[in-house]
């Protein structure tokens, strides 16, 4: 038995895995809509469903949150946009939240319509923490394993050890 | 009295006669934590009120380094003429050994701190503190902390190169609740605090030294295994 | 020459634990990044724990295992257990940094901050310099058996002073910050539980497979070194005869 070349199929299929993964990953968490900061909104007016990164004004909730119907403006950069909210009751819909919200805007009631609000969601810093976490213990684990392959093929070579 | 205790003495004696005639580790640690106190005064420059935030932590940074150099010499002078193998062979149990050396690191570096603290209190311009023997108490159980540990660890790192790197690197994230007891314990004391406040601190660092003086007496036969 | 019989079983069972570890890990990723809900405080940042979580797990229980396998040394005085505890200090060190790492990228989206002296990050960093110290004392030593007894002494005292330093440390925090940023108090919801446990089991999976292939390397490389050493010296003696 070749115990290198066992050694690097092992590693591919570990290899094949890790990319399916990220593959799967990488499809669920693409997002189809485009985002548009609140100032964009308002002087671009885009048709379709978006999604719009901003934080709840204070003062400006009004409606019955918990009923799932409220209105709010979304502040962004330098510019506000008044958003009106009906759906399921919103889990995160506070004053000062940082949020995402997707619906449509309607240039006549210069109003935009959202049907769904989430909190922004960080996908850099999880990518970059599982990256962190694992890459290094992948390329540790495949420096010692080869070094470990070389070892038994340097000592088989030098008669040092027979397998049984 | 009974061998055991009698040999302790014997080495504590040894190395307080060796101290006495040479005057050699005490001179250099106190000279040394004067500088450290100059550097500590040169890079804040403090009023009264800073100085008293922060002199419980430079009391302490002084003492800990001050402390290593005398452990780092407790165990390398004994290298001139073969002095720890003489003493590796001496019929005496290794237990006997450590608790003498503790002793007498012990009693360096509280003589140092003694010297040290009233220096502290002029150069700062602290008030006059208010319960010394408290103080004293504090000093004495964070010492004790430092010496059980930095004793084994001195004859840990003697034979080993770059000793004066090694004992540091080893002894410092070892004796981290010993700094921080000794560092809250001191500000309370400075401050006058009711020893209610501040007692826990004083435990901890009781059950600190008892822990560690018994496992580190044990250990230090396998540190010494010739 | 044969072989040592714990490098044996090491080898006959190291592949079911790879094995075991991968698939955990498979599943415990997948459960993780895909089959979870985020959560209602945190959001998708939430999936950080899944990997931050074990990581630290597995280092303290590496850390475990390195002063048991310490005493275990002092006790027999078996090569092949300092083998095994050297290469444990080494992986615990690095389970210890990426732990540290992956929480500081936690900490940034959730606190604002990548660095706070909490109780657990400050304890761990200790940890860390501990098992860096027990690493660098294991090199500058050249003597193996003095390396070796020392590295154990070293691993007991550490193990002996973790629970102090953590207390201390934690004390310390709520003294000066009352009611500091923890994670304490925020229970984790019955979804979030199963990607961490199987997460967690899979990375002692692969911290024992790891384990088995870092003592498998260190053994070969002293049996190798010992075996050139044996060559050397017949060489010396034939040039001597001769």
């Known amino acids: 038995m070749n115990t290198l070349r066992m050694f690097y199929i092992r590693w591919g299929v570990v290899l094949a895995v890790a990319a399916g993964l990220v593959v799967l990953t990488a499809h669920h968490y693409r997002v189809h809509l485009a985002s548009f900061a609140p100032r964009e909104v308002a002087s671009e007016s885009p048709a379709g469903e978006i999604r719009v990164i901003g934080m709840v004004q204070s003062g400006t909730l009004t409606g019955d949150v918990s009923a799932g119907d409220a209105t709010f403006t979304l502040a962004g950069q330098d510019a506000s946009l008044p958003v ?38 960080n996908y850099g810093f999880v990518t970059g923490a599982y990256l962190v976490g694992l890459l290094p213990l992948a390329l540790l684990l495949f420096t010692m394993s080869r070094r470990v392959s070389l070892l038994y093929e340097e000592m088989k070579a030098s008669r040092l050890y027979q397998e049984d | 009295m009974t061998p055991f205790l009698k040999t302790i003495r014997w080495i504590l004696w040894k190395d307080l006669v060796i101290e006495l005639r040479c005057r050699e580790t005490i001179a250099s640690m106190v000279f040394f934590a004067l500088i450290v ?56 149990s290794r237990g006997t050994l450590y608790l003498g050396k503790v ?21 700062f311009n602290v008030d006059v503190v208010e319960d010394l023997s408290l103080l004293l108490v504090v000093f004495s159980l964070a010492t004790a902390g430092l010496a059980a540990v930095g004793t084994l660890f001195a004859a840990l790192t003697v034979h080993i190169r770059a000793r ?11 004796v981290v609740p010993v700094m921080i007891a000794a560092v809250e314990a001191t500000k309370g004391a400075l401050n006058g605090d009711p020893l209610s406040l501040y007692r826990p601190w004083l435990e901890l660092l009781a059950i600190f030294d008892v822990v560690f003086t018994i496992v580190s007496f044990w250990m230090f036969d396998f540190v010494m295994d010739a | 020459m044969t072989i040592h019989r714990v490098i044996r079983h090491v080898q006959r069972y190291q592949g079911w634990v790879g094995g075991g570890a991968a698939l955990c890990l498979t599943v415990g990723l997948y459960l993780g990044l895909l089959g979870s809900p985020p959560d209602y405080y945190q959001g998708e940042v939430v999936r950080i724990m899944y990997i931050h979580v074990p990581l630290a797990h597995t280092a303290l229980l590496g850390y475990t295992v390195l002063a048991g396998g310490s005493a275990w040394y002092l006790w027999k005085r078996d090569p092949i257990i300092d083998n ?18 992956t929480g500081m990228i936690w900490g940034k989206p ?11 990050l400050t304890s761990f960093t200790v940890l860390l310099l501990i098992l860096l110290g027990y690493l660098m004392v294991r090199t500058v030593v050249d003597d193996l058996d003095k390396a070796a007894r020392y590295g154990a002494v070293l691993a007991i005292l550490g193990f002996v002073d973790l629970p102090i330093i953590h207390f201390s440390v934690e004390w310390w925090r709520t003294l000066h910050q009352p009611q500091s940023i923890s994670m304490r108090g925020v229970s984790i919801a019955s979804g979030l539980l199963a990607p961490l446990v199987v997460m967690s089991v899979g990375m002692s999976l692969l911290f024992s497979y790891m384990l088995m292939i870092r003592t498998q390397l260190l053994y070969l490389n002293r049996l190798l070194d010992a075996k050139k050493g044996r060559l050397l010296h017949q060489f010396h003696m034939s040039k001597a005869d001769s």
């Open chain 3, 110 to 120: 959730t606190w604002d901050t990548w660095w706070t002296w909490d109780a657990r």
């Open chain 1, 84 to 121: 009106a909210y009906q759906g399921p009751p919103p889990d995160n819909l506070r004053e000062f939240k940082t949020l995402v919200a997707i619906g449509t805007w309607s240039a006549s009631e210069r109003v935009f319509q959202a049907r769904d609000i989430g909190i922004v969601p």
């Open chain 2, 164 to 174: 004066e790197v090694m004992l540091p690197i080893l002894l410092l994230p070892m």
């Open chain 2, 37 to 92: 106190i100059l550097i500590f005064s040169f890079s804040f420059s403090m009023d009264q009120q800073a100085a008293h935030d922060v002199l419980a932590g430079m009391i302490w940074v002084a003492f800990a380094f001050t402390g290593m150099i005398g452990l780092g010499k407790s165990f390398s002078a004994e290298l001139q003429n073969d002095c720890l193998e003489a003493l590796q062979m001496a019929p005496v």
């Open chain 3, 84 to 101: 095994m505890c050297h290469a444990v200090a080494a992986l615990s060190a690095c389970f210890t940094a990426l732990a540290l790492l």
């Open chain 2, 103 to 123: 002793a007498a690191n012990f009693a360096f570096m509280f003589v140092v701190e003694i010297l040290l603290f009233p220096m502290f209190v002029i150069l």
